[in-house]
DNA sequence: ACTAACATGTAACCCGTTACATGATTAT
DNA sequence: ATAATCATGTAACGGGTTACATGTTAGT
């Protein structure tokens, strides 16, 4: 049930279309969590019918009509108590560690460039993080409380892309080392 | 399709049942994929419908009888192939931090407590890959090979948990000015 | 001419979780 | 007594992925 109160959550600061929260799914909300954005209409939909957000269609020119959601006031308290509720443990599923015990010198230049293609886009992803970081959070003592729980979030983020990008440049040092000798 | 090639790198080293392959994934595969006991068996007899594995029942007695799985050629040749196609990008469900979003005076209690446990079990996590690090890769420029990937992945897991606690004890000390003014 | 952005959706299928089930042995 | 370890499995359900579908406008 985790995806519906994310979903909620991204509604909490201002209402939004389906289309921009699958947006904030590639961003912000997105080193947390993925989601598609086939999942996310059709969880909207859900909770719509469970009373914990309304739409609004708002008619547009130019471009195809879009449907803004808004949270309610019985979406917030499930949303409350989602949060003091117990906590799943984060989960991971990373292919490139398990390719890793494969590694043989058959398949070291495969490997070299999945690395590879990791650090650019954690590169990217680093310099997004940053950009939102200096812009929102230039000094995190002054944070009122409702915006402190996203720093941390942020700042986890960023802290992650950080020893992922040097653990790729390790790595990449020690397997070029391999591939010279083969 | 990562799960089979996950259970069929399990069974690189040594052949294995299904019991323990699911003991390996709540140690040193779980740091970067988790599945369940009834995953992994279903798994393991569509693997061998495909002939990438086969099978050996050992009779035991005082326990259960066991169904021992080995790698065949065929399964070889279709991890190898795995390991040369493209790579799918790593994701991650993390509960923690989309709660963290909704941070306020009122639930400040519970997020300490969860961040707590977190805490709590990374610490665990960290102590079980330092001992798996100085039993088995005391001097990493030693390595052979087929070690080296194994090396790397744990490496990878190590410096997660220990950036994973450090962000506790720092989140921690913030939350705890918070509960105080209030 | 082609691609990207805008905006939403259906359908089929596979993956993953939860609950339930069995039954002996060993340790606290 | 109670729980943990060993060892495997079924069934129901819900979550997630992939492929397909539509149609305009703005930029290269």
């Known amino acids: 049930m985790a995806l519906a109160h994310i979903i909620m959550t991204g509604l909490l600061d201002k209402n939004q279309t389906g289309y921009e929260l699958a947006k904030s799914f590639d961003t912000s909300l997105g080193f947390f969590w993925q989601a598609s954005h086939q999942q996310i209409y059709s969880e909207l939909r859900k909770l719509e019918q469970k009373g914990w957000l309304t739409s609004e269609q708002v008619l547009q020119q130019g471009k195809p009509n879009k449907v803004v959601y808004e949270l309610t006031d019985k979406g917030q308290i499930e949303l409350e108590n989602w949060v003091d509720a117990s906590t799943k443990k984060s989960t991971t599923k990373d292919e490139l560690l398990a390719k890793l015990y494969n590694l043989n010198d058959k398949n070291v230049g495969s490997l070299i460039r999945a690395i590879t293609e990791r650090r ?17 959070y230039p000094d995190p003592k ?26 790729c440049n390790e790595a990449l040092v020690l397997l070029a080392n391999i591939e010279e000798r083969a």
């Open 120 to 136: 650019d886009n954690m590169l990217k992803s680093q310099a997004l993080y940053e950009k939102i970081r200096s812009r929102n």
């Open 142 to 167: 002054k944070l009122p409380i409702n915006k402190l729980g996203v720093y941390l979030a942020l700042k986890s983020g960023i802290e992650n892309v950080e020893i992922g990008i040097c653990w």
